[in-house]
């Protein structure tokens, strides 16, 4: 018999059987569809703000889940390839309305995006040009460092449980800011949470050294790959090249360029440095995942077939991946050295986006006007408990004003 909280490689098809049967804490998926369709199109500022949004809706506004399920889960996303706010997005539906939830807040959130870029890409391909939103998004950018700091803020009081933790997450910021691999920090965060949690070998893991190795292979996408060979352009190429993409990606938007550009610039010659460029600058402005670049690339290429094929290939292992592992974390949770291992993930997680929104907030706060936009959404979120989806409102709407008034 298993003992309490056990949790090997050898139980691990039994935990998935059972975690799938567990019954998750309903909620209609009309409401998740309303609530993602509108994060989707108004969460601005890349994936740390996204999750900063769901972190102030779903939990501090809805109590749908509590603070430390949160963290649990953003740091399951973040040891899995793929863009990982949309992971946390199907995520919660999962967990909140079982597969249907899955599939809504998944699409839901995609979807708003993808069509926006749509509408960008069709106006690039027949003007040869992007339209001009910088004061908008000068606006937007000041809120959005806001927004994110909260949930830091707040998301800090449930992962530091301890000086040890506080410790962690210390050297896992300094370790992002060097530059370390985004898997590094999490994994060795993680590991280092068990080691100072229990001096002495755990008797609670019979993972052995092949067994460790098995996880990064898998996270890694090492198992699974398809080969895209320099082939002339056609849809299905298409498709499997994003589906590689979705499928072994890790890190942010400009490791998503170094992947595309390798591929589709250098060895396939399907675009050129500038096209690529104005793709990911079309990722980074409009609302939610990033990966919806995707979108643009596969207009250029093949029209809104190839904007169907490379959006649905980039972002379907991300539905597979939330599947396959989501419901295993409150297993893990259960036990006590895997409990420990999250506990590291988390801070390691936390501290990814300490040094991301420090990066964004030196791009984003460059004068009087941005500093007080970032101050004043700051008191309101947290003093008067504004929507953040009106404070990006109102900080576009200033951005604008004030860019028009220096023109």
């Given at each position: 018999?298993?003992?309490?909280?056990?949790?090997?490689?050898?139980?691990?098809?039994?935990?998935?059987?059972?975690?799938?049967?567990?019954k998750?804490?309903?909620?209609?998926?009309?409401?998740l569809?309303?609530?993602?369709?509108?994060?989707?199109?108004?969460?601005?500022?890349?994936?740390?703000?996204?999750?900063?949004?769901?972190?102030?809706?779903?939990v501090?506004?809805?109590?749908?889940?509590?603070?430390?399920?949160?963290l649990?889960?953003?740091?399951l996303?973040?040891?899995?390839?793929?863009?990982?706010?949309?992971?946390?997005?199907?995520?919660i539906?999962?967990?909140?309305?079982g597969?249907?939830?899955?599939?809504?807040?998944?699409?839901?959130?995609?979807?708003?995006?993808?069509?926006?870029?749509?509408g960008?890409?069709?106006?690039?391909?027949?003007?040869?040009?992007?339209?001009?939103?910088?004061?908008?998004?000068?606006?937007?950018?000041?809120v959005?460092?806001?927004?994110?700091?909260?949930?830091?803020w707040?998301?800090?009081?449930?992962?530091?449980?301890?000086?040890r933790?506080?410790?962690?997450?210390?050297?896992?910021?300094?370790?992002?800011?060097?530059?370390?691999?985004?898997?590094?920090?999490?994994?060795?965060?993680?590991?280092?949470?068990?080691?100072?949690?229990?001096?002495?070998?755990?008797?609670?893991i019979?993972?052995?050294?092949?067994?460790?190795?098995?996880?990064?292979?898998?996270?890694?996408?090492?198992?699974?790959?398809?080969?895209?060979?320099?082939?002339?352009?056609?849809?299905?190429?298409?498709f499997?090249?994003?589906?590689?993409?979705?499928?072994?990606?890790?890190?942010?938007?400009?490791?998503?360029?170094?992947?595309?550009?390798?591929?589709?610039?250098l060895?396939?010659?399907?675009?050129?440095?500038?096209?690529?460029?104005?793709?990911?600058?079309?990722?980074?402005?409009?609302?939610?995942?990033?990966?919806?670049?995707?979108?643009?690339?596969?207009?250029?290429?093949?029209?809104?077939?190839?904007?169907?094929?490379?959006?649905?290939?980039?972002?379907?292992?991300?539905?597979?991946?939330?599947?396959?592992?989501?419901?295993?974390?409150?297993?893990?949770?259960?036990?006590?050295?895997f409990?420990?291992?999250?506990?590291?993930?988390?801070?390691?997680a936390?501290?990814?986006?300490?040094?991301?929104?420090?990066?964004?907030?030196?791009?984003?706060?460059?004068d009087?006007?941005?500093?007080?936009?970032?101050?004043?959404?700051?008191i309101?979120?947290?003093?008067?408990?504004?929507?953040?989806?009106?404070?990006?409102?109102?900080?576009?709407?200033?951005?604008?004003?004030?860019?028009r008034?220096?023109?």
């Amino acid at each position: 018999m298993r003992g309490r909280g056990r949790l090997t490689l050898g139980n691990l098809a039994d935990d998935i059987r059972s975690a799938m049967t567990d019954k998750p804490q309903q909620r209609t998926v009309v409401e998740l569809a309303l609530l993602y369709l509108r994060l989707g199109t108004t969460a601005f500022g890349g994936p740390a703000a996204h999750i900063a949004m769901m972190d102030d809706e779903i939990v501090r506004r809805r109590n749908w889940l509590s603070r430390e399920e949160f963290l649990d889960y953003l740091g399951l996303v973040n040891l899995i390839p793929g863009p990982s706010s949309t992971e946390m997005a199907i995520q919660i539906g999962y967990r909140l309305a079982g597969a249907a939830g899955l599939v809504i807040a998944g699409v839901c959130f995609i979807l708003p995006a993808a069509f926006l870029v749509l509408g960008l890409a069709w106006t690039y391909v027949r003007y040869g040009a992007l339209p001009q939103v910088g004061g908008v998004l000068y606006g937007i950018k000041a809120v959005v460092i806001a927004i994110v700091f909260q949930a830091i803020w707040n998301l800090s009081k449930t992962a530091v449980k301890s000086t040890r933790l506080a410790i962690i997450g210390a050297l896992a910021i300094v370790g992002s800011a060097l530059g370390l691999n985004v898997l590094i920090v999490l994994f060795g965060a993680g590991i280092l949470s068990i080691i100072t949690a229990m001096p002495k070998a755990p008797a609670d893991i019979s993972l052995s050294k092949a067994s460790l190795g098995f996880v990064p292979r898998l996270l890694a996408g090492k198992w699974v790959i398809v080969a895209v060979t320099a082939i002339p352009f056609g849809l299905l190429p298409l498709f499997f090249f994003f589906f590689k993409v979705g499928a072994t990606l890790f890190g942010s938007g400009y490791v998503l360029l170094a992947y595309l550009r390798t591929d589709l610039v250098l060895r396939l010659h399907w675009l050129t440095d500038k096209q690529l460029l104005d793709a990911i600058a079309v990722g980074q402005v409009t609302p939610g995942p990033v990966f919806t670049t995707a979108t643009f690339i596969g207009y250029l290429l093949g029209g809104v077939p190839g904007a169907v094929v490379a959006t649905f290939g980039i972002f379907v292992p991300s539905f597979f991946f939330v599947a396959l592992f989501g419901r295993l974390v409150r297993r893990m949770r259960q036990s006590k050295s895997f409990g420990s291992f999250l506990d590291g993930v988390n801070v390691g997680a936390l501290a990814l986006m300490v040094v991301v929104t420090w990066y964004l907030g030196r791009a984003a706060l460059v004068d009087k006007t941005t500093i007080a936009l970032a101050i004043l959404s700051g008191i309101a979120l947290i003093r008067y408990r504004i929507n953040s989806t009106w404070l990006i409102a109102a900080g576009g709407i200033v951005g604008y004003v004030a860019v028009r008034a220096l023109v």
